[in-house]
Each structure stands twice: as C-alpha cells, then as structure tokens.
C-alpha cells in the first residue's frame, strides 16, 4: 500500500510554461466518487491506470494504483460517472522539484491546477513565483467532486 501526500495550488501566472518538460492528454472518470473512497479508472497518454484511493486525512490518504491495458480502460470509462474529467498535464520541474500542472478542458476549461507530490506532509519545498493560493484541503478542487460541480458552473 502507499500514501499519497500531495499539495494543490492555484496559478499565479504563466510563467511554468517555459520549464515544461512533458505533456499527456488524460481523461479519466470514477467508477466510485465516495467521500470514504474513490475509484478512479484513466487514460494516461497511451496507457490505462486504475487507482483507489481512501479517504483524505489532511494531506495524505491510502492510494492504490495499478496499470491496465488501455483497451480496457477505454471499456470501463463508458461505465464512469459523467462528465468524464479531461485535461493535459504538464510535467514542470523547478528548483528540482517535479510539479504537475493540469489545465482542464470540457466542463472544467479555465481550471488549472499546480500539484506537488511529497514524501511527508511536513516536508520542505521551495515556492516557485507562478504559485498562487493552496487549495489542498479545499474539497471543490477534487477531480472526483468535478463531475458533480464543475468548474464552469461554479458562480465565484
């Protein structure tokens, strides 16, 4: 089993877009979308992931991720909960940090999300500029809560 300790910011700016170093198209739905737990299926560029997470404690919560043949993930996303999530992540590195930046498309289009990966909730990192507000505990942000409450019909 692992953890999975993250931290989600807002975007201040553009300027990540110079430090690009990989893009991958992703759509991904939720088989399950329970506040206790989420089940997660995802095409990932040309590869297929299922993932299972359990309920956020803070900043860190079980994740279970296991790679799947991209025909079958294509299969199971015709049985996800709709709208599916689309969106390009972008893979940045700054200060030897590897950030994820997720600009989101269809009923998400004008949401982007700077996300940091860490080993412990109190591990150290340096901030870049481009960061904006943190949002990691702020539930509105969740992927899985998107497909209830997307972005473009949030009022404010």
């Known amino acids: 089993m692992a ?3 993250e931290r ?5 700016n553009n300027d990540w877009k110079t430090l690009i170093k990989e893009e991958i198209s992703i759509k991904q739905g939720y088989l399950n979308s329970e506040k ?20 956020n404690n803070n900043l860190t919560r079980k994740e279970f991720e296991y790679t799947i043949p991209l025909a079958d993930a294509l299969e199971m996303l015709k049985l996800a909960e709709m709208p599916l999530i ?10 030897g940090n590897t950030w994820e930046i997720d600009v989101f ?6 949401l982007v999300v700077a996300e940091i990966e860490l080993e412990s909730e109190t591990e150290k ?5 481009w960061i904006g507000e943190e949002v990691s ?6 992927n899985a809560c998107l497909i209830n409450h997307p972005f473009t019909e949030w009022t404010n």
């Open 36 to 55: 206790e737990r989420t089940v997660r299926v995802r095409t990932y560029g040309e590869k297929g992931i299922i993932t299972i997470k359990g309920k």
């Open 125 to 129: 990192f340096e901030v870049p500029e």
């Open 105 to 110: 498309e269809g009923v998400n289009k004008g």
């Open 86 to 95: 689309e969106k390009t992540r972008f893979i940045v590195i700054n200060d």
């Open 137 to 142: 505990t702020d539930p509105k942000y969740f």
């Open 8 to 12: 989600k910011y807002l975007l201040k």
């Open 3 to 5: 953890l999975e300790i």
